[in-house]
């Protein structure tokens, strides 16, 4: 079995050392759903809920709550957020929210697109409580992860720049 990182040798919890590693272009994509009642769908396609646009409220608490993760979860690094992009598609049974995060730096990125979509996904639960009482949140978890050497991310765009 794996040792748990944040677990030191005597058992107390630790921030985890990423001091020697090479820092590398991270990004992961998490995504989330509420399950919203079709006439609550409707009056925020309309922009009718009492509390403003709910979609555009929604996005600036997940990107804000991504630059946020390092003071809301203790171990976590605070990490230079390269790129929080939150996206929002609705369908007869809610709405689905997806949170891109990415930087450059020497630990993953998986912490703050988590965060990201659970407060894009709580600020419409917020927004919408007066209308719908049935809303669930439900299937928030991470779909990609990804880890590429800088120096690939470089090499490939001095590519684009030389003539051909």
Do not use: W
Request: proline share 3%; net charge positive.
């Amino acid at each position: 079995m794996k040792r748990l990182t944040h677990i030191s040798d005597d058992g107390r919890a630790q921030m985890v050392d990423v001091s020697a590693k090479a820092i590398s272009r991270r990004r992961a994509v998490a995504s989330g759903k509420i399950r919203l009642q079709p006439e609550t769908v409707d009056l925020i396609k309309k922009d009718q809920i009492a509390k403003g646009n709910v979609f555009a409220t929604a996005r600036i608490a997940g990107i804000q709550a991504a630059k946020q993760t390092a003071n809301l979860i203790p171990l976590c690094h605070a990490l230079p957020l390269g790129e929080v992009k939150i996206d929002i598609a609705t369908s007869n049974e809610g709405a689905e929210v997806k949170c891109v995060a990415q930087t450059g730096a020497q630990t993953g990125v998986e912490m703050e697109a988590l965060v990201g979509v659970n407060l894009a996904l709580l600020t419409i639960y917020d927004m919408c409580k007066a209308v719908d009482k049935e809303m669930q949140i439900y299937d928030v978890r991470l779909i990609e992860k990804t880890k590429r050497p800088l120096a690939a991310v470089h090499d490939r765009r001095n590519e684009r720049r030389r003539p051909s």
